[in-house]
């Protein structure tokens, strides 16, 4: 029974206690004293009603919020359709470039090994190879447009992501276990992987490093 | 004295394709005794049951890597010895300098061409 009711039920029975005519001082005291105390119960489990009422409206309503971002996130729709497409398309790149250059090299190989004991033969052979070659880098334009949606699809996550992100006013949980030991196996093996736009380090600088000896080098980072 | 040509030399590396454009520019030179590991766990059992006169090798491999490789040889008293080159899109300067103190003995930034791997190669095993 919510407290409300219990404190109205009380005053009523006070009241009716009230109203039998009671002559004894004492007894009347007593029930002054019981009103006053109903009264400031009442005010007491009233305000703790609201604020409870309050704090449920607020919890529904940031369910409310967190159910229509979460839809806006489209988690279905990124988790069966675009993550799986780019999968496939990247596959497919790597498919493609593959067997390019398997093509490419083998027309290479075979040009190598050509005789040009006949010049007229051999500048067929060498035109016919070179127009497969040709052919064959064809891939790079599939591959161009297969890579394209793939950088679509992940800008389209990015910014769902971010949205939904800001709105919740998310902060990224620190990293797992699993996430962090992965790390410092990438750092301490140096796994860094190509340098965007060309190597990091050119050709003649690694030579200048390999010809110093390790004094030198060390003397670089004091 | 001149380097044999028939010298046994092991390229290693996970991508086909870049064992197999090695394996050309090596034939290019006049190496055509080589033989291939995908990761450096292969490759250094088969520099356990053969001796080669140079290896070739990439960084970034699963689940040895070249740097792995690299420190494990020399850590080898059998094959501690075997010239090692390693070809790479590992760039940082960082990484140059890892693999020089774990004892590289040359170190080519891919993309590369036969002059430089023929070059490196002069450099570490002479001339040829």
Redesign the interface.
């Known amino acids: 029974m919510p407290a409300a009711e219990v404190a109205a039920q009380i005053r009523e029975s006070l009241k009716s206690v009230k109203a039998a005519d009671l002559k004894d001082p004492q007894l009347i005291e007593v029930l002054r004293l019981a009103q006053q105390l109903t009264d400031t119960m009442q005010m007491f489990f009233g305000s703790l009603d609201r604020s409870i009422h309050d704090e449920f409206i607020s919890i529904a309503s940031y369910i409310a919020r967190t159910r229509d971002e979460i839809a806006q996130l489209r988690p279905n729709d990124i988790r069966e359709q675009r993550i799986p497409i780019a999968g496939a398309e990247l596959e497919a790149v790597v498919t493609d470039t ?1 067997k390019a ?2 093509a490419i ?1 083998s027309e ?2 075979d040009l ?1 090994s050509a005789k040009p004991d006949d010049l007229a033969t051999y500048k067929a052979e060498v035109d016919a190879a070179m127009c497969r070659i040709i052919e064959n880098c064809s891939f790079q334009d599939l591959s161009g447009q297969r890579v394209s949606k793939v950088v679509t699809s992940l800008k389209h996550i990015e910014n769902r992501v971010a949205r939904f992100a800001s709105t919740m006013g998310v902060h990224d949980a620190d990293a797992t276990e699993e996430e962090r030991a992965e790390a410092e196996r990438q750092n301490r ?7 965007q736009g060309g ?5 003649d ?2 030579d200048s ?2 010809a110093m000896d ?1 004094d030198s ?1 060390d003397s670089l980072f004091d | 004295m001149a380097v044999e040509m028939t010298m046994p030399i092991l390229v290693v590396d996970d991508y086909k394709t870049m064992v197999r454009i090695i394996k050309n520019l090596l034939k290019q030179i006049g190496f055509e005794n080589v033989d291939e590991a995908s990761d450096g766990t292969e490759a250094f059992e088969m520099m356990k049951k053969r001796k080669y006169g140079l290896v070739i090798s990439d960084w970034n491999m699963e689940p040895m890597t070249g740097y792995e490789l690299l420190q494990k040889v020399r850590a080898d008293e059998g094959v501690k010895a075997t010239p090692f080159i390693m070809v790479t899109a590992e760039s940082k300067t960082e990484n140059v300098i890892a693999a020089k103190k774990a004892g590289v003995n040359n170190y080519i930034v891919k993309p590369f061409n036969a002059g430089t791997l023929k070059a490196k190669m002069t450099a570490v095993i002479g001339d040829f």
Do not use: C, S, Y
């Open positions: 593959e250059t398997e090299m290479a190989e190598m093996l140096h796994l860094n992987g190509p340098a190597p990091e380090t050119k050709q600088d690694v490093l390999m390790q080098i």
